[in-house]
């Protein structure tokens, strides 16, 4: 039993592909001057309703437009500008990875783990071990994600957005 008759999924797969998709792709073009102008999880919203979108239409070339954007993108969706710094945990636990959005308010830096939790179990589920060596800087981050839950001493690193006519200290 499913939720759609085929006519009525074959209508739904249209409506991902000619609305949400060009909304999301033209997002990623990040046709501004500075590519990495938005926050992380502006981007990992986009990547995410891509690599959705290709699944539910089993479009190889829009899967392929979100993992690619994943691991070499210009803004901040692409690994490393999502996780731009690695510290030791003082702790000896291992690695942790500050995200782009950590020292905003919980919210938003919890938000980048769960997007990008969605994105990474759905790009596993469809091309498994291609992916996990980018799981490693989403582990770390949600390692420090969790110990700012708690009382943790951790190393930050403070940069500048530049792409803005003001600086954003963060």
Same mark, same amino acid.
């Not at 070499?72 to 690695?95: E, K, M, R, T, W």
């Given at each position: 039993?499913?939720?759609?008759? &085929? ?26 001057? !500075? &590519? ?21 239409? =089993?479009?190889? =070339?829009k899967i392929n437009e979100a993992i ?81 839950? &708690?009382e943790c001493v951790f190393i930050f ?5 530049? !792409?803005?006519?003001?600086k954003f200290y963060i």
């Amino acid at each position: 039993e499913t939720l759609f008759t &085929k006519a009525q999924l074959s209508a739904f797969q249209t409506m991902m592909k000619n609305v949400f998709y060009p909304a999301a792709s033209d997002f990623l073009a990040h046709k501004e001057a !500075c &590519k990495q102008h938005s926050w992380l999880n502006w981007d990992l919203a986009q990547m995410t309703s891509i690599l959705s979108i290709g699944i539910l239409c =089993d479009d190889q =070339d829009k899967i392929n437009e979100a993992i690619l954007y994943f691991k070499y993108g210009v803004g901040n969706g692409s690994i490393d500008n999502a996780v731009p710094f690695l510290h030791q945990d003082p702790d000896g636990h291992g690695v942790l990875g500050q995200g782009q959005e950590s020292g905003r308010d919980q919210g938003h830096a919890t938000l980048c783990i769960a997007l990008m939790g969605a994105f990474c179990q759905m790009a596993y589920n469809i091309i498994n071990a291609r992916i996990l060596q980018f799981f490693n800087k989403l582990r770390n981050c949600s390692s420090r994600i969790k110990c700012t839950t &708690k009382e943790c001493v951790f190393i930050f690193c403070f940069y500048i957005r530049t !792409c803005t006519s003001t600086k954003f200290y963060i």
